[in-house]
Structures are given as structure tokens and as C-alpha cells.
């Protein structure tokens, strides 16, 4: 089955460490692809997005995320996390033509003072 | 800015009763979905629509219900609740065809079934 698999559900770092989280699709062909953010007790928005054109992309917030097409991945980074970076992390997939995302689990990332 | 709005952010519902969450957006998306999302398994979606009076089952679609009757509203029903129902409900919208597919989403209705 299609699936988006996202590597860590939970991470735990220290304010000014990078943060990479992994995200990996088994679709075919082109895809368009997202992260999402939730924010506690906030609604999900979007970070970044791709869809053509250089394979790193940047978002708001300092964040960036690399496509790999051989990899099938979309790994998201930020060099240097600060407590507000506190949320749940959703990787989201569609081929290309199709109007539904395939989410992945998500990761809830954490970080301390 | 675009946005989705959800009729309520909490819900205690019983055992049987049929439940309505209602979803409203005002930038003209001709594309909606409602996805429910429980710890563990990220977002799946429910049911999505993309145009008025079309539906489609997403993932999950069992025991559930939609309706779109105008473009900018569309209303989950659950037909009898039951309590692996219990979740958080989100709405969303998007552009059609050859768009972006960047999708809004609303505040989300936790709902609980007992």
C-alpha cells in the first residue's frame, strides 16, 4: 500500500540544537509535498512545500526541507531550534493530478530551555 | 487570510446518537475533507468532496457520513456513535484541479463518545 512513513514519533532536544526529521513516500511518478505544523492548541498550517524547481526548499520559521527523488524523501531541518519549535511535525504526500494528501504519524518534537 | 471554521471545538456525545460537525470556509475552495486525527496515526482521511453535492469515501469512511449542499459548507455525520468514534476532527479545504492542493484546516472538534 501507498504509505508516508515518518521516522521518529517523539524527539527531545535542547534549545540551538538542529533538528532533522525524516519523511519517506512509496508513491511512483511526481509527487507534491508538505509539512505541517501543529502548534499546541492551535490548528494545523502549513510549514513548506514542494512541487518543482530546486529540491531544497525553504519555509517560515527557519525551517528547510530537502527533496531526495531517489530516496523518496523530504526530510525536514532547522539548524537551531528554540522552545516555541515545541509542536507536532506531519509530513503530508500527493501525486501529482490527485486534490488528496496522505499523511504520515507525525512527530512530536519537544524542546527545552 | 483563508479560513475553515468548525461549529464546535468540544462535543460529549452518548452511545447511538447521531452527531453533526458542521465545517464552513470562505475563500470559494471547491475542494473540502474531513480527517480525523488520534495519536500514533497522524491525520486519516474521512470523506472528501469536490464540488457541491459530490463526495468521495476517503480512508476511513465507515460509520460515517457527508453532506455538501453549497460550496463553502460541509457536514460530517456520524449515523449512531459509537465509542471508537472518540477523536479529534479536523476540517479542511483547498483549490481544485491544478492547483497547489495546499490544504486549510480548521480549529478541530474533539469530540468524545460515552
Known amino acids: 500500500a501507498q504509505s508516508v512513513s515518518q521516522h521518529n514519533h517523539h524527539v527531545i532536544l535542547s534549545e540551538a540544537a538542529s533538528l532533522e526529521l525524516g519523511c519517506n513516500y512509496s508513491y511512483g511518478g511526481t509527487v507534491n509535498l508538505f509539512w505541517y505544523v501543529q502548534y499546541p492548541g492551535q490548528h494545523l498550517q502549513l510549514l513548506l512545500k514542494?512541487?518543482?524547481?530546486?529540491?531544497l526548499v525553504k519555509g517560515i520559521k527557519g525551517f528547510e526541507a530537502e527533496f531526495i527523488k531517489s530516496k523518496f524523501s523530504f526530510n525536514l531541518r532547522k539548524p537551531s531550534v528554540q522552545w516555541s519549535d515545541t509542536a507536532e511535525y506531519f509530513c503530508a504526500v500527493t501525486p501529482l493530478g490527485w486534490g488528496k494528501l496522505q499523511f504520515g504519524a507525525g512527530t512530536q518534537v519537544v524542546v527545552t530551555p | 487570510d483563508v479560513k475553515v471554521t468548525q461549529s464546535s471545538r468540544y462535543l460529549v456525545k452518548r452511545t447511538g446518537e447521531k452527531v453533526f460537525l458542521e465545517c464552513v470556509q470562505d475563500?470559494?475552495?471547491?475542494?473540502m475533507f474531513w480527517y480525523r486525527q488520534d495519536p500514533g496515526l497522524g491525520l486519516r482521511l474521512i470523506y472528501f468532496?469536490?464540488?457541491?453535492?459530490?463526495?468521495e469515501k476517503g480512508d476511513i469512511p465507515e460509520g460515517y457520513s457527508v453532506s455538501r449542499e453549497k460550496k463553502e459548507r460541509f457536514s460530517l455525520i456520524l449515523e449512531s456513535a459509537s465509542t471508537n468514534q472518540t477523536s479529534m476532527y479536523l476540517c479542511?479545504?483547498?483549490f481544485g484541479t491544478g492547483s497547489s492542493y495546499e490544504q486549510y484546516f480548521g480549529p478541530g472538534t474533539r469530540l468524545t463518545v460515552t
Open positions: 468532496s469536490y464540488d457541491v453535492k459530490m463526495k
Open positions: 479542511a479545504s483547498s
Open positions: 514542494y512541487f518543482s524547481g530546486d529540491p
Open positions: 475563500m470559494d475552495h471547491e475542494n
